[in-house]
């Protein structure tokens, strides 16, 4: 599904560069349910905006679905990236302006999706995750688990081939937590490939695979 | 999508009442000043064009060229080059001559003296589109003595009845009669008038008319389809030459002036309603002024909100935007907050209106649905207001990178605080340097209407008189000079130009110069001050025609004859085209006197001459205690001699301030627009205080915590302000000064603006500025600091 070569990671701070990432090399295959662990600071965040396409490395090679994303320029990068890719964060980062419906439906029509397929694929994804009753709500008229459950729908809508999730459970109660690691469970059980980030062995543990990243090394991998 | 755009653009501006609110008044009222300007000047461009043949109608002027290269021009011709040009040139169509006069106008009881009167030749309806209601448009002045009424005359002096064939008189001289009724004359004409008589009233009477080279006509010409006026702007000199002696003839010539051209630029001697480009210029600079104000809160508020924003930003991008959709978001939401305020501003349109009319003495009217104008002006300022306001938050918040807000570390940039200082001195510039202008304008009119004219306005009477009046003249002054509260009578005329010439033989040079015919009263009545020589006297018979008397001004400007200051007693020189041409000697010099308009631009040379044959007024010196029985008095033996006219008087004070009162007028334009200014850069300081005692909440919460006291936050909050209204000052004071003294230089007598004007203006507007914001800072202060940080 995706491989780094030899990334790197780092910023210009006054004369010098601070290394975030050292020379990742990794590859993550389709279907799989990949943990990254570390301490904070390690650049767990920073590997996952890359893996994401939000942020470029400093060097190396990215290739997702053999494209040479390395090479791509914004314009066709954003195009794959909206193609394939979910995103979910810690702090949901819903739109505050938007329903939960239109929150949902945002995506589609940055895909251009037409109007009455997006009705559908809306109403599919807020049957499924059993927010039908919420839909006209304001994200703020939402508990924490039911944001990230939207957080959840809405990068699913766009049916990704990859789904990257910053500490989904960070903000959460232990039982929100469960439930959306429930459904990161299932969705890797239907074939979905899964990367996230988390500092909860518990959560590591529902994947298959667990990366540690340590001060922009992987210390260990599997 | 769009309908995605409008939805959450309308939400957030829903969601911050506050800054939407200062955003939309602040862009109605710079939106509203423009389309006013917009129309006014669409009102001003559109003089005279209601005349079908308006692009081939030209008005002839005159160029006077002096043996020293001197040229000037008038809009006056003499009335003899009309009759001859339509003979000479096969490309002129028609000539209509016009020669306004003031006249008494009696039908029955009504006797009114009219100045809204012209006599013009008889294709006047053939050529200009002035409509005939009533009447053959080719016949109704062709014979003499016919006259047309506009409908408001007709209305005024035969009320419902029918005009047509009945009379008028005029001057209790002639019956003249109705052969035409026209519709009133439009607003947007340069010409004027109620009553429009047959020139050959004049012509067939005194045909010597038609021979003169000087008078005072206005020569209007029809040119045929695609002819070309430069072609016979080139054939003048030898028109002229074939009527004239090779002297007159090198120093005249004609120009041709497009019809539609006359009312922005006025020819010297010009009619009433003409204004000029300059004034334009300033109305429009002020409107552009208050909109861009308007567009920097605008701009201002939105990056200030930034922070919030990108946020949203960025995970909008994380779901799939691009950076055009993104930048068509934000496009979106500045158009929809653009045209929200456009409709309030058409509101204000129609509110202000009539102010606006009063401001600008026209009478100009919007009907947005037969002017595609005043849509297309509405609706494109909406969308450049909307474009501007847009796009610097659009450019910044679509360029950010997605990843920074997504760390949990994210901050603010600082970049958008600078950006938003500089806007925010240049907004105050604008509103210091105006605040300026308005005290250095007001003190400038102010300072010339209590000015010493250099004589004592105040209690003299004026009286028109005309020339069939001056042969009783003598004796009516004789009786008015021993009448109780009278201690002066003086006949005299307004100011005219004239080439004087000093030595014809040695020095061919002709100056010019004002001349004011006179009376042996005049300086004694008016309170002149004699500074060499002496009055004019009885005592000397040969004043009545060779006796001349200059103003001081005269000894500086033809400096260039005669060295400066010196005395000019006893030079001779040749009045020109003033029958009998004789010599006049200068017997006197008076100190500087404003006698046709306080704000006369320049105060020229003029000159005192006896001539008893011109005298158009009669101004009386009266006592203040028991004026209106003084005046009763005066009207009493104006009536044993002119018993059928009208006794008509005016206080020549009051004609004074009325032209200061026409340019103070003008001047609550600026008083207006600067009021607007800095209510709408306050208002936007307001809403950036709000902004940012919010933002600090929780700053000023911990710091009170700490014990820090109201007034020491309240100075964290209002000091940087104060410098950033102390930095507008820096930079617009003296750029405001160079304009300014540039403005009041072509007052002869100008107010000195010292150090007091800075300082008011600085501090108006320093005051005005922190007191909005002490506002914000005081509450903050004042607020329990546990409230601010439960709130976080
Ligand atoms: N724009 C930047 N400029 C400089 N340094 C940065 C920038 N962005 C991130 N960093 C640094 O990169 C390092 C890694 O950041 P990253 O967010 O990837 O860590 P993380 O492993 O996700 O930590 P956490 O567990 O706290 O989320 C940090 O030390 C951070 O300070
Ligand atoms: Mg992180």
């Known amino acids: 599904m995706l491989k780094l070569n030899k990334i790197t990671k780092h910023y210009k701070t006054g004369s010098s560069n601070t290394y975030v990432l050292r020379n990742i090399n990794l590859e993550v295959k389709e279907g799989e349910f990949v943990s990254v662990m570390g301490p904070s600071g390690a650049g767990k965040s920073t590997l996952l905006h890359i893996m994401g396409m939000l942020d470029v490395a400093s060097e190396g090679e990215y290739y997702f679905l053999d494209n040479p994303v390395h090479e791509f320029n914004d314009k066709k990068r954003s195009a794959l990236y909206k193609e394939h890719l979910g995103f979910i964060f810690q702090s949901y980062h819903l739109i505050d302006e938007l329903t939960v419906y239109e929150n949902l439906e945002t995506p589609l029509l940055y895909k251009k999706v037409k109007s009455s397929q997006r009705k559908s694929m809306v109403c599919d994804m807020l049957d499924r995750f059993q927010v039908v009753g919420k839909k006209d709500l304001f994200p703020h008229q939402l508990s924490g688990g039911q944001q990230q459950l939207v957080g959840v729908a809405r990068a699913l809508i766009s049916q990704p081939k990859l789904l990257l999730a910053d500490e989904p459970t960070g903000n959460l109660h232990s039982s929100q937590g469960e439930e959306i690691m429930d459904w990161f469970k299932t969705l890797n059980d239907e074939g979905m490939t899964i990367v996230q980030v988390t500092h909860s062995e518990k959560n590591a543990a529902y994947g298959g695979r667990i990366i540690k990243l340590v001060d922009g090394w992987i210390k260990s991998d599997g | ?792």
């Open chain 2, 1 to 792: 999508m769009l309908k995605s755009y409008l939805k959450t653009a309308l939400r957030n501006l829903t969601r911050n009442k506050i800054h939407t609110a200062i955003n939309i008044s602040g862009l109605a009222i710079g939106i509203a000043c423009c389309l006013l300007l917009l129309l006014h000047v669409q009102n001003e461009l559109s003089y005279d064009k209601f005349h079908a043949q308006h692009q081939q109608i030209y008005r002839m002027y005159q160029i006077n060229r002096d043996p020293n290269g001197n040229v000037w021009t008038r809009s006056i011709t003499g009335s003899a080059p009309g009759v001859r040009l339509k003979d000479d040139f096969p490309q002129i169509e028609a000539v209509v001559r016009f020669v306004c006069s003031r006249n008494l106008v009696s039908v029955g009881d009504k006797k009114i003296y009219e100045d809204r009167f012209f006599y013009a030749d008889d294709p006047v309806f053939d050529v200009f589109s002035f409509k005939l209601t009533v009447g053959d448009p080719s016949m109704a002045l062709r014979e003499p003595y016919s006259i047309a009424l506009s409908e408001s005359a007709a209305r005024k002096y035969f009320g419902s009845g029918d005009p047509m064939g009945k009379t008028i008189n005029i001057n209790n001289r002639a019956d003249y009669t109705v052969t035409g009724v026209f519709e009133d004359v439009p607003q947007r004409s340069h010409l004027q008038f109620d009553f429009l008589a047959s020139l050959r009233t004049i012509t067939s009477s005194h045909p010597v008319f038609n021979d003169d080279w000087q008078n005072a006509t206005r020569t209007y010409v029809l040119l045929s389809e695609g002819a070309d006026p430069a072609v016979l702007e080139s054939a003048m000199p030898v028109f002229i030459r074939k009527y004239q002696d090779e002297e007159a003839a090198a120093s005249l010539n004609y120009g041709l002036q497009p019809l539609a051209d006359i009312h922005l630029n006025p020819t010297s001697v010009d009619l009433e309603g003409t204004t000029s480009a300059a004034k334009l210029y300033l109305f429009g600079a002020l409107a552009v002024f208050i909109l861009l104000i308007a567009v920097i809160n605008f701009v201002n508020l939105s990056t200030a909100q930034y922070a919030r924003r990108v946020g949203e930003v960025s995970v909008r991008k994380v779901l799939g935007a691009t950076r055009d959709q993104i930048r068509q978001q934000f496009m979106a939401e500045s158009m929809v907050l653009a045209f929200i305020a456009s409709a309030l501003a058409l509101v204000l349109v129609e509110l202000f209106l009539p102010v606006f009319r009063g401001m600008i003495q026209t009478n100009f009217e919007i009907h947005y649905a037969r002017n595609p104008l005043a849509l297309i002006g509405l609706l494109g300022l909406a969308l450049l207001v909307g474009l501007i306001g847009g796009f610097y938050p659009s450019m910044v918040l679509s360029r950010h990178n997605p990843a920074d807000i997504l760390r949990k570390t994210f901050k603010s940039g600082r970049g958008g605080v600078y950006m938003r200082r500089a806007l925010v001195v240049f907004q105050f510039a604008i509103s210091a340097a105006l605040i300026l202008s308005v005290l250095v304008v007001h003190g400038q009119y102010s300072f010339l209407s209590d000015k010493d004219l250099g004589f004592k306005a105040s209690g003299l009477v004026k009286i028109p008189l005309e020339s069939s009046m001056l042969g009783r003249l003598p004796d009516m002054k004789e009786k008015l000079s021993v009448l109780p509260g009278v201690h002066g009578v003086t006949a005299s005329t307004f100011g005219y130009d004239y080439g004087f010439n000093t030595h014809p033989q040695a020095d061919p040079k002709v100056r010019h110069l004002v001349v004011i015919f006179a009376d042996h009263d005049f300086i004694r009545t008016m309170g002149l001050k004699v500074i060499q020589g002496r009055d004019f006297s009885e005592n000397y018979p040969g004043d009545q025609s060779r006796a001349i008397i200059f103003n001081r001004r005269t000894l500086d400007v033809f400096g260039d004859g005669f060295s400066v200051g010196e005395n000019l007693l006893g030079y001779q020189g040749k009045l020109e085209n003033n029958p009998p041409n004789a010599f006049k000697t200068v017997v006197g010099t008076v100190e500087n006197f404003h006698f046709r308009d306080i704000t006369e631009q320049g105060l020229q040379p003029m000159a005192l001459v006896i001539d008893q044959s011109r005298y158009e007024n009669l101004l009386i010196r009266v006592d203040d205690t028991g004026l209106s029985a003084t005046i009763a008095s005066i009207g009493k033996v104006y009536a044993q001699f002119f018993p059928d006219r009208p006794f008509e008087f005016s206080f020549l004070e009051d004609e004074l301030q009325q032209v200061v009162a026409g340019e103070l007028r003008q001047s609550t334009i600026l008083g207006y627009s600067c009021l607007l200014a800095v209510f709408v850069a306050l208002i936007g300081l307001f809403g950036l205080a709000l902004h940012m005692t919010q933002q600090r909440t929780k700053e000023i919460g911990i710091r009170k915590v700490c014990g820090a006291s109201s007034h020491r936050i309240v100075s964290m909050l209002t000091v940087e302000f104060a410098l950033l209204v102390i930095a507008a000052n820096i930079i617009a004071l003296p750029v405001a000064y160079y304009f300014l003294s540039e403005w009041l230089r072509q007052y002869p007598n100008r107010v000195e603006f010292g150090a007091t004007y800075f300082a008011v203006a600085a501090v108006a507007c320093l005051l005005l500025a922190l007191g909005t914001v002490s506002y914000q800072s005081l509450k903050a202060a004042g607020a329990n600091p546990v409230d601010a940080l439960r709130y976080e």
